[in-house]
């Protein structure tokens, strides 16, 4: 029986492996450390940040023109404007920047804002005492208050057989009287300017004297404005007093309709001279008062021209 030999290979101890695996875990955690900073970074970042990271990355820039196929060079040539791309060109954003406005511009806009609002509430007004007088129940047909371009547009006008003046007369009847103090008091502490126009129907008014629809309506016109002056108004407020007959109907497709006869009367719009707001001061207080002497009582201040009401009758056609 032969001899059975079993070696044993003695290995040697396991000695240190080095300080690789040192270096393999301080990338590691300098890698979390990292990614931790990034997750705390996008949480707090705002939505616009987000957006201008995004676009930052972004690999190629779009043109804003609509055309090509959509193939390597978008349907156009090298030469042509289209919707090519480019593969090195920086992400850009492009922003509409509103024009830098002045101080003039900004007080006509605030201006502006607040006349609108002084129309508003002036027509709110106006009505709401209309409706609260017991002498005018019935006459709020009578009464037609519009924003337009050229300003808050009141008109008094006959209306289901209520006639503001008698036929062919610019002697004022009492209810129109009546109606007209309620303007008066709702427009007296307005700035603007006044315009006021009378107007006809379409229907022949001529005597023998040559007394026709022109100087009827002018002579409402001039009995409103004396009106409205005895309630209190500013006489350097009016800036038009006029009468246009048949010219400008109300209803153009009636104009023997007795709408057609009525009264206008016009807060013009940009029109006035108003108070700087509390806290603000004009280039003129802003001076000292030595500085400029005094204007003259009797003569407007220089580069101000005084305002002059002006009567017309538009002559006959």
């Given amino acids: 029986m032969p001899d059975i030999v079993i070696k044993k290979v003695k290995k040697g101890g396991h000695g240190h492996h080095g300080g690789a695996w040192k270096v393999a ?3 590691f955690v300098t890698a979390m450390m990292a990614f931790f900073l990034l997750l705390w970074l996008l949480s ?3 939505e ?3 957006q201008g990271v995004s676009m930052y990355f972004t690999p190629e820039t779009i043109s804003q023109n ?5 193939g390597l ?3 156009t040539s090298l030469a042509e404007e289209g919707a090519l791309r480019s593969e090195f060109g920086a992400p850009t954003v492009s922003m509409d920047i509103p024009p830098v406005q002045t101080p003039e511009e900004r007080e006509a806009i605030r201006v502006a804002q607040m006349e609108e609002q002084e129309f508003n509430e002036a027509q709110e007004e106006l009505l709401k005492a209309i409706e609260a007088n017991e002498e005018l129940q019935g006459l709020e047909k009578n009464i037609r ?3 337009t371009d050229e300003g808050l547009r009141i008109q008094i006008l006959d209306e289901d057989g209520t006639a503001m003046f008698p036929s062919g007369s610019a002697a004022m009847a009492e209810h129109t009287r009546l109606l007209l103090q309620q303007v008066a008091g709702v427009i007296e502490n307005m700035p603007q300017d006044v315009s006021i126009e009378g107007h006809t129907d379409a229907v ?3 005597r023998t004297d040559g007394y026709s629809n022109w100087e009827l309506s002018a002579d409402r016109a001039l009995a409103t404005r004396r009106a409205l002056e005895g309630l209190g108004l500013d006489t350097a407020r009016f800036a038009k007093v006029a009468g246009l007959s048949d010219t400008d109907p109300l209803l153009p497709e009636a104009p023997e309709n007795e709408s057609n006869r009525r009264i206008s009367i016009t807060l013009l ?3 006035g001279e108003r108070t700087a707001p509390e806290g603000e001061a004009t280039d003129n207080q802003s001076a000292p008062a030595s500085a400029t002497p005094a204007a003259p009582v009797d003569q407007p201040a220089q580069g101000e021209t005084k305002r002059r009401p002006t009567f017309s009758v538009p002559a006959q056609q």
């Fill in 269 to 271: 719009r940009g029109t």
């Fill in 48 to 50: 616009e940040q987000l």
């Fill in 73 to 75: 060079l978008g349907g």
């Fill in 25 to 27: 875990y301080a990338d």
């Fill in 66 to 70: 609509e055309s090509g196929s959509g």
């Fill in 145 to 147: 208050i519009e924003n």
């Fill in 204 to 206: 022949p008014f001529n």
């Fill in 44 to 46: 707090s970042a705002t």
